[in-house]
């Protein structure tokens, strides 16, 4: 069993910078494949960026590449997401999730565990 906490979610202007956090309990956290998704109010929840086990392998959404970026922290069972440019487009609950698997990995119903979601809001 894996739970997931995102943290680091906010207000910020457009143009400006958050770094989310998505804290993993368990000691089996480098074996799984990490994601971050997000969820904008009417809209299905969509792929944003994964990262391997190893961190060796990253892959991110179109919408996003080039202003995120995932990296994680095995020694701290952590997971980061740094968003940079953020665009009020960028504005919905992002979640954190694992997949009990190797490689990167962009399919929702793939991910075995899921946090409970960081609010963030990008004003124009």
């Known amino acids: 069993q894996v739970q997931l906490v995102e943290s680091g979610g906010g207000l910020v202007q457009a143009g400006g910078s958050l770094r989310l956090s998505c804290a993993a309990s368990?000691?089996?956290?480098?074996?799984?494949?990490m994601g971050w998704f997000r969820q904008a109010p009417g809209k299905e929840r969509e792929f944003v960026a994964t990262?391997?086990?190893?961190?060796?392998?990253?892959y991110y959404a179109e919408s996003v590449k080039g202003r995120f970026t995932i990296s994680r922290d095995n020694a701290k069972n952590t997971v980061y997401l740094q968003m940079n440019s953020l665009k009020p487009e960028d504005t919905a609950v992002y979640y954190c999730?694992?997949?009990?698997?190797?490689?990167?990995?962009?399919?929702?119903?793939?991910?075995?565990?899921w946090g409970q979601g960081t609010q963030v809001t990008v004003s124009s």
């Open positions: 999730a694992a997949a009990r698997r190797p490689g990167v990995e962009t399919t929702p119903s793939l991910y075995n565990y």
């Open positions: 990262i391997s086990w190893s961190g060796g392998s990253t």
């Open positions: 368990g000691r089996t956290f480098s074996t799984y494949a």
